[in-house]
């Protein structure tokens, strides 16, 4: 019998919402005009669901795809990629914006800032995407992955030159390493988008980076007769990338927000746990944290965005793996005439929960709360593509994971 979805509505008491102007429509702009100074720049695809929309009954249904980001298969590098950009200016006493693509590849950084090394913790995309940049910006990266990583992932990282090691701890304790090793190494800093007393200011950065993303979407929205998403849907690890869709849509639409549905894996749900003790305190979830959504493996919250989402998300919702297989397999094989989407383990969990709460009524309490109907638009992040080939083709080939 399969394991069933799990939600809670947000009750928590709100708090002075101080950090919300992180995600300032300005902010945001910052981060997305560093973006597109990279030659590897582009808009990702929104895919337009109506197949699917109308076989769910639902009036819209779009799907952001960053298998397309930067030849990446995932978005995490927009996080990473601005934090170096903010850093390296910070430190220079610059401002952001001086700081394109051609300005941090050039000799005369070289010659003015010289090497910083670059310490994070991922389970892959975030630790590729800032491999990634290092090596773009002539810079050191060095990357420490959690028990269970997978090897593809690993030698991602490795072919963008990081030193990359997988260690026998979860993720959480790999951040508690990195950020050991940065403390001790001369120009050494850690780039992480989780955020503890003390460590604020990289994982605002990383944030605001993500906004690109969620900018890109609504103006993509826009362009297609829809002004305002009614829903939406997005996936949450540590909670960073949550906050950062969160704060920019409530920024963007201030008088009128749409309902936000945060969801995470059943095995690190540490936001769900949180908004069902309800005094807007978080909490920690200890353990392997063992989960296909390996993205979202994460047991402690980032502080910053739980602030934003304690404020603005109407309901939590914990899935356990099948919610994330099924959506795989919704999107990889589309409704006639709707566009395919590759969509890895931690991309497809909105795809599989909004399935849920349409096809049946076995979660109607949870559908009427958030007034899921034929008149909804709803917006899903697919934040990564086919990243684990071997996992990707064990749902998608072999069914592992059923629904029945």
């Known amino acids: 019998m399969k394991e069933k979805i799990k939600?809670?509505?947000n009750h928590m008491p709100p708090s002075a919402d101080k950090n919300l102007p992180i995600m300032a429509l300005h902010e945001v702009a910052k981060a997305r005009y560093f973006h597109s100074s990279f030659p590897q720049y582009s808009i990702t695809p929104l895919a337009r669901l109506d197949g699917m929309a109308q076989y769910l009954g639902?009036?819209?249904l779009f799907v952001k795809d960053e298998s397309f980001r930067f030849g990446l298969n995932a978005f995490k590098v927009l996080g990473g990629s601005f934090a170096m950009a903010r850093y390296i200016a910070h430190q220079m006493g610059r401002h952001v914006a001086e700081m394109t693509y051609d300005y941090l590849t050039s000799e005369e950084l070289e010659r003015e800032f010289g090497q910083a090394t670059f310490f994070t913790a991922t389970d892959g995309n975030h630790g590729r995407g800032v491999a990634w940049?290092?090596?773009k910006?002539?810079?050191?990266a060095v990357v420490h992955m959690p028990k269970g990583?997978?090897?593809?992932r690993f030698e991602n990282i490795a072919k963008e030159g990081a030193q990359v090691t997988i260690e026998d701890v979860n993720y959480d304790e790999c951040v508690r390493m990195a950020a050991a090793e940065a403390a001790a190494t001369h120009h050494g800093v850690i780039v992480q988008d989780t955020a503890w007393e003390g460590y604020e200011e990289i994982p605002t950065w990383i944030m605001q980076g993500y906004g690109t993303m969620a900018s890109e979407a609504a103006e993509q929205m826009r362009q297609i007769g829809v002004n305002r998403p009614t829903h939406v849907f997005i996936q949450a690890g540590v909670g960073?990338?949550?906050?950062?869709?969160?704060g920019f849509f409530t920024n963007l639409?201030?008088?009128d927000p749409p309902k936000f549905i945060v969801m995470e894996a059943r095995a690190a749900d540490c936001l769900y746990e949180g908004a069902l003790a309800g005094d807007g305190n978080p909490r920690i979830v200890e353990g392997d944290l063992k989960t296909i959504m390996a993205g979202l493996a994460c047991g402690e919250p980032n502080i910053i965005s739980w602030d934003i989402l304690r404020n603005h998300v109407s309901a939590f919702v914990s899935c356990p793996d099948w919610v994330s297989a099924r959506g795989m397999r919704m999107l990889g094989v589309p409704v006639k005439g709707d566009p395919t989407v590759i969509s890895g383990e931690s991309g497809a969990v909105g795809m599989g929960l909004i399935a849920a709460l349409m096809e049946t009524d076995e979660y109607k309490d949870l559908r009427d709360y958030l007034g899921l109907d034929r008149f909804s638009q709803v917006l899903l992040f697919s934040t990564e593509g086919n990243t684990d080939p071997m996992k990707f083709r064990k749902v998608l080939w072999d069914g592992e994971y059923p629904t029945v």
């Open 7 to 9: 939600w809670i509505d």
């Open 137 to 140: 910006l002539r810079q050191k």
């Open 149 to 152: 990583s997978s090897q593809a």
């Open 253 to 255: 639409f201030p008088n």
């Open 240 to 246: 960073s990338l949550a906050g950062a869709v969160v």
């Open 58 to 60: 639902l009036g819209g």
């Open 133 to 135: 940049a290092a090596h």
